[in-house]
C-alpha cells in the first residue's frame, strides 16, 4: 500500500506542480529530507490531493487561500504557478484573495495580492481553450 500511495501521489504531484518542478525536488533531495519528502508524496499528494470529493481545481484554490492566510509565500508561489496544471484561473485567483482579505486579514491579502502579481507577470500568457494564446 505504501509504494502505491507513493506511486499515486508521485503522478498527482506532477499533474499539479509540472514535471521540471517535481524533478528539481527531487534532485535536490537529500539523506537528510528523504523521510519528510516520502511523506508529502504520500500523504497530501498520494492520500488528499487524489481523493475523489474535489477536483484540483477546487483543492488548488483552498491551498491558495491556505498558504495566503498562513503566509506561506514560496507555497504560495508554487501554487499560483500551478493553477496552469489545475486549471484555477487568474480570476479564482482575485477570488480567493478576496475571501483571504475578508477571513484572514487585509495584510495577509496584500502580501498575497503581491506575490500573485509577481507570479503572473512571470508566467507565459496561458493558452486559450482554443489553443490560442491570450
Do not use: C
Request: proline share 5%.
Amino acid at each position: 500500500m505504501p509504494d502505491e500511495r507513493y506511486a499515486t501521489g508521485m503522478s498527482v504531484r506532477r499533474s499539479v506542480l509540472g514535471d521540471a518542478h517535481v524533478d528539481l525536488a527531487e534532485a535536490r533531495k537529500t539523506a537528510f529530507d528523504a523521510d519528510f519528502q516520502r511523506f508529502i508524496v504520500e500523504g497530501a499528494w498520494g492520500s488528499v490531493w487524489s481523493r475523489p470529493g474535489l477536483d484540483k481545481r477546487t483543492r488548488s484554490m483552498l491551498v491558495i487561500g491556505l498558504m495566503a492566510a498562513l503566509g506561506h509565500e514560496e507555497e504560495l508561489a508554487m501554487h499560483i504557478r500551478a493553477t496552469r496544471n489545475t486549471g484555477a484561473t487568474e480570476e479564482d485567483v482575485k477570488e480567493v484573495l478576496l475571501m483571504v482579505a475578508v477571513y484572514a486579514g487585509v495584510p495577509a491579502a496584500n502580501t498575497a495580492i503581491r506575490i500573485a502579481k509577481e507570479v503572473y507577470a512571470d508566467l507565459p500568457p496561458a493558452p486559450s481553450p482554443q489553443g490560442e494564446q491570450r
